[in-house]
Each structure stands twice: as C-alpha cells, then as structure tokens.
C-alpha cells in the first residue's frame, strides 16, 4: 500500500512540475509575443527560423546597399545634367559666334564665357561625393582630372554591388566614360572653340 501511495504522490508531483513548466512557457509566449523564445522550446522549428533570420540579415544588407548605390547614382545624374546644361550653354556660344552679325569684341566676350565655362566643367568632372571623386572609379582619391594637358588620372573599373542573391548592378560611370581623355576630351573641345572665336 505504502508503495503505491509514494509512487502515486510521486507521480502528481511530475504532473505538477510539468504543468508549472508550461505555465512559464506560456507566460513567457505572453511577455514576449515570441512561441519560440530558445532552441529547446521546440527544436524541430528553430532551423526555419534560423534560416529566416539569415535571410532578414542578408535583406537588410542588400536594401543597404540599394539606398548606398542610389545615392551615388542620384549624385551622378545631378553632375551629369549640370554637364549637359554647360554643353548646351557652350553649343549656343559657339552658334552665336560664327555669325557674320557678331564683331571681334563680341567673340572675345563669348570666348571668355566658353572658358569660364570651361572652368565650371572641370569642377564638375572632379567633383566630390562623401568626400569621394565621383567620376575616378577606384582612385576616389584621386582628381580624375589634372596635368597639362588636362588628362584622365583615375580608374577604368567600375562598382558592381550585389542587390541579390548573384544578382549585382553597375554603380559608377568613369570620367574617361563622361569626358574623354587628354587625346580627345571634351576640355579639348572646349578650348578649340574658345582658340577660334579669339
């Protein structure tokens, strides 16, 4: 008889200290909203889980880089319709001057805006972003644009920043790409038509 009742009173003890065991268990799904709070609470659904969170982390990190490489792009199409806005500037000057209406003072006030122009054109080329070259690629340290002749000083490589899984996009243009180089550029261009008007 004694045998039975300890073995009995043994056995609601475990009862209760499972049931007190769940009731933590679910005070704690309550607290924290979570079903799953540490491995050993269902450890059957901790990989999908685990899994999840690793592709949260590496979403986050290509969202990251999506608003990185927007702004450098957004940097890049500001620089590049301030380029345009000069080019067609200097594209009506130079229409201007080859009129027979226009005299030789009036072609050396067009020469000095087409070089003040000039001037405006190179700052653009070697603009900066983040403290950054925009136009130099690799060599963002470096001015793209320097020397006499003005010539290209910076890298030919481009940017490529993963946006997915093997998934990756282009991030930069090089100056070499926007403005020529030392043998043809648009500088050269520039300064031709500024020689002919003088």
Do not use: C, W
């Not at 039975?4 to 268990?25: A, H, M, P």
């Not at 957004?74 to 000069?86: G, P």
């Amino acid at each position: 008889m004694k045998t039975t009742e300890s073995i009995t009173y043994r056995n609601i003890l475990s009862q209760i200290d499972k049931v007190g065991s769940r009731l933590s268990d679910a005070r704690m799904q309550v607290a924290t909203g979570k079903k799953l709070n540490k491995p050993s609470d269902n450890p059957a659904s901790i990989r999908p889980v685990l899994n999840t969170r690793t592709q949260i982390l590496k979403t986050e990190r290509f969202s990251k880089a999506l608003e990185t490489t927007a702004d450098k792009l957004s940097q890049f199409d500001s620089r590049l319709d301030y380029v345009e806005n000069i080019l067609a500037r200097v594209k009506e000057l130079g229409l201007a001057g080859v009129t027979e209406t226009m005299n030789d003072d009036d072609r050396e006030t067009i020469a000095s805006e087409v070089a003040q122009l000039r001037e405006e054109l190179l700052d653009a080329a070697n603009a900066k972003f983040d403290g950054k070259h925009v136009f130099s690629s690799f060599k963002e340290d470096t001015p793209p644009f320097s020397g006499t002749p003005l010539d290209y000083q910076g890298s030919d490589d481009y940017f490529m920043v993963e946006i997915a899984p093997g998934e990756t996009l282009q991030s930069n243009l090089t100056g070499r790409e926007v403005f020529g180089d030392a043998s043809g550029s648009i500088f050269a261009t520039l300064d031709a038509i500024e020689t002919e008007l003088r």
